[in-house]
């Protein structure tokens, strides 16, 4: 089956000091920090994939998510989610405030992962209905969005940038003449046999 390899084409963080949102660019933070006795930072990342690379009408079969994790939390415990509902919301056209939420509301894929922990390249085969979802947001919006957060939003933060969205499909079949022939058939018709 074939695997395409994405790169992300926006991502971030949104920063929540209350009683404030503020998005931030690249990379991408998940947890709590604090800043002061009694003042907290949470932080929650989010990412977008265009689907272009995709074909029309495949099937996905598996979908894994990489990144390279720079700096880790010694607690945190991970969860991705499709960002909003099936990860076909847009993070860069939405306020802040809606952003942060949507990056722990959707599917979940990753359940309390303790990879963060420590530093290096990351990788998730994504469960739960990411297939499904990767397929309707290729019809519908052409893109996949994941949202990132710490459990409970209160271990120390962990980063990470570069991330990378793995696909592996079964393509589409062929059509001829109007009719899905297997290429056995095919070549038979063509041949006359």
Excluded at 16 to 27: E, Q, S, V
Aim: aromatic fraction near 12%; glycine fraction near 10%; proline fraction near 7%.
């Amino acid at each position: 089956m074939p695997t395409i390899l994405i790169d992300r084409d926006y991502t971030g963080t949104v920063q929540y000091i209350p009683p404030n949102y503020t998005k931030l660019p690249d990379p991408m933070f998940m947890g709590m920090y604090e800043a002061a006795k009694g003042v907290y930072y949470y932080y929650r990342g989010f990412a977008r994939f265009p689907l272009t690379s995709l074909p029309a009408g495949s099937t996905v079969t598996q979908v894994r998510f990489n990144f390279y994790c720079y700096t880790g939390g010694a607690a945190h415990l991970l969860d991705i989610h499709a960002y909003g509902v099936a990860g076909q919301e847009n993070p860069e056209t939405d306020g802040a405030e809606t952003c942060y939420n949507r990056c722990a509301s959707g599917n979940l894929y990753v359940d309390d992962s303790d990879a963060l922990r420590t530093i290096g390249d990351k990788w998730f085969l994504l469960g739960g209905t990411v297939c499904a979802d990767v397929q309707n947001a290729k019809s519908a919006v052409n893109r996949f969005s994941l949202g990132l957060h710490e459990e409970e939003d209160n271990d120390p933060y962990a980063g990470a940038y570069v991330p990378i969205l793995e696909i592996t499909y079964t393509p589409p079949p062929v059509v001829w003449g109007g009719s899905a022939l297997p290429q056995l058939e095919m070549a038979k018709a063509i041949l006359g046999l």
